[in-house]
């Protein structure tokens, strides 16, 4: 006897993540310091995590956290701690740009649930992939094959840019002798 | 979605004894919740105790003697004493990062502490992404430090957490590439199957299995993960000395206990990653000599594996008290012109030990 079944389960799961990502979301927004927003967007970037992991996509959610959650805000909280004089002075806003601001994203939320309604099948489909599909060893293998289904070039391509990066972020911070 | 994918012995018994399926899940939620704790908890208390002891008969000193014998009991009342007293927040902190800050720091622990194997069957969760979830958690124990620094007010302690945040940030990515060097030998990113490709007799442990190399690797672990733990030598980020106590100077009561215990847990969760990574996990020690091996496999893996932990944490401690702190530039100068080159050469070596069949996963 079961009192929850799976489907209703994963769906009070879903609006309960969904509700935290929101919350936070507009905490992040509506939070007066600079550093409360960062910390409030780690929370919204780490549900998003979760909604990643209930749709069986692992490595995305790792990938979320370990860039967004690990790698970005860490900067972005660093960068705040060296620069801007914190708890100082508030941000302030004035109206005629909120109003702006607000337009632009209603207008972005219609195109976005435009765009969602006109997706076919989206009554029918399952919103999960296939078990196993998204999993480490399957991804990765994907990613490697020169087949019809990989994506060696464009790996390739993405690795041969990173190191381009790299190499020129090195080049910028280097000191040379003489130069102090 | 009730049922977890993974088949676990305990958690098979109950679900098939609870009549109920959400009751069972629950049970099975809270066994290992409670399980968790227990180690972190039960494994803090005793090496604060080690700790001290450890340091004082390094120093020729006998370290906590009155509180029962050989002052065992010194820590159960030093946690009581942590319990009872006031937490306050100094005046202009940020209040709500200000206790927000050892709560974030705390998850990374325990979240380690979910996916390691202690036995066979000793596991809250085995999962395929497990070496990548290690590298990705440890951020929320940079952002715990950088954000509790930050809401004390207070100068020393905003020092502290950006030192300790850069050294954290730096030798991460030495910590994130040994990992990812064992998890090439090994072929899996599961610590469950970490360790079983271990399996034989001393010499198929990946610090000895890789000729060289993994010996290597295990050194280079060392270094980065101590950097890591923020532990001494390189303590630069509580350095008492220049900083008074570091990112929790201003922190008291139950907020500076777990700062303590994070630090703590650390060490054990750090262990036990070094333990399955290259000592072979909860696999009992064989030289290859059937008569001895029969004896040592009696030994069940869960002491075999608290065993490695401990001498892991013994020589973490040893290292502490022998070795004297570098300088902030000496530090940030060791990870990324040595450690950095030398771990991606230890990369690419990997990679020909393998294409060349000296190693086989």
């Not at chain 1, 994203?105 to 196993?132: I, K, Q």
């Not at chain 1, 041969?160 to 102090?180: M, N, P, Q, S, Y």
Request: glycine content about 8%.
């Amino acid at each position: 006897m079961t009192l929850l079944s799976d489907a209703l389960f994963s769906d009070v799961m879903f609006y309960l993540v969904a509700a935290v990502m929101i919350g936070t979301a507009i905490a992040t927004i509506m939070a007066k310091n600079l550093l409360q927003s960062a910390v409030f967007l780690i929370f919204s970037f780490v549900g998003t995590a979760i909604l990643y992991l209930m749709l069986h996509a692992e490595f995305m959610a790792m990938a979320q956290i370990m860039v967004y959650a690990g790698g970005v805000i860490i900067f972005v909280i660093f960068t705040i701690l060296l620069t801007s004089h914190l708890g100082e002075s508030a941000l302030h806003i004035k109206l005629p740009r909120t109003f702006i601001a607000l337009m632009i994203s209603l207008a972005f939320l219609w195109v976005m649930v435009r765009f969602v309604v006109l997706t076919p099948d989206l009554n029918v489909a399952t919103p999960t992939a296939t078990s196993g599909y998204a999993s480490l060893s399957s991804f990765a293998l994907r990613l490697l094959s020169t087949g019809p289904e990989g994506f060696v070039i464009p790996f390739e391509i993405i690795s041969l840019l990173l190191l381009v990066t790299l190499v020129c972020a090195i080049t910028i911070a280097r000191k040379f002798k003489g130069e102090e | 979605m009730m049922t977890p994918s993974i088949t676990h012995p305990i958690g098979d018994f109950i679900r098939a004894n609870v009549p109920i399926p959400e009751l069972a899940y629950l049970i099975n939620a809270i066994i290992c919740i409670v399980a968790i704790c227990t180690v972190a908890f039960g494994a803090a208390m005793v090496l604060v105790y080690m700790e001290r002891k450890v340091c004082a008969h390094v120093q020729c000193r006998l370290g906590p003697m009155r509180l029962g014998p050989h002052g065992c009991i010194q820590t159960v009342a030093d946690t009581i004493k942590l319990f009872f007293k006031e937490v306050y927040a100094p005046n202009g902190a940020d209040k709500f990062l200000f206790y927000l800050a050892p709560m974030v720091l705390l998850t990374a622990p325990f979240m380690c502490l979910s996916m390691i194997p202690f036995d066979h069957n000793l596991q809250v969760a085995d999962i395929s992404v497990g070496i990548p979830l290690i590298i990705a958690v440890n951020g929320f124990g940079i952002l715990g430090i950088l954000l509790g620094g930050w809401a004390s007010n207070n100068k020393y302690s905003l020092l502290g957490s950006l030192r300790s945040g850069a050294q954290m940030i730096s030798y991460e990515i030495s910590y994130a590439m040994i990992l990812l060097f064992v998890v090439m030998m090994s072929g899996s990113c599961s610590l469950q199957e970490i360790t079983l490709s271990q399996s034989g007799n001393l010499f198929d442990w990946w610090i000895f299995k890789a000729p060289g190399i993994g010996f290597l690797a295990f050194l280079m672990f060392l270094i980065s993960s101590t950097a890591e733990l923020n532990r001494a030598p390189f303590d630069i980020a509580e350095a008492e000395q220049e900083l008074t106590g570091g990112y929790h100077t201003e922190y008291n009561g139950l907020a500076f206990a777990m700062f303590y215990l994070a630090e703590y847990i650390n060490l054990v969760t750090t262990s036990a990653i070094a333990t399955v990574c290259f000592l072979g996990g909860y696999l009992p020690l064989s030289f290859g000599y059937a008569p001895v091996d029969h004896v040592l496999a009696i030994v069940p893996g869960f002491i075999w594996f608290f065993g490695k932990v401990f001498a892991m944490i013994w020589v973490y401690m040893m290292l502490r008290w022998t070795f004297v702190r570098p300088r902030v530039d000496q530090l940030m100068g060791l990870e990324w012109k040595f450690l950095l080159p030398v771990n991606l050469l230890l990369l690419a070596l990997g990679a020909v030990f393998i294409s060349l069949g000296w190693i086989v996963p």
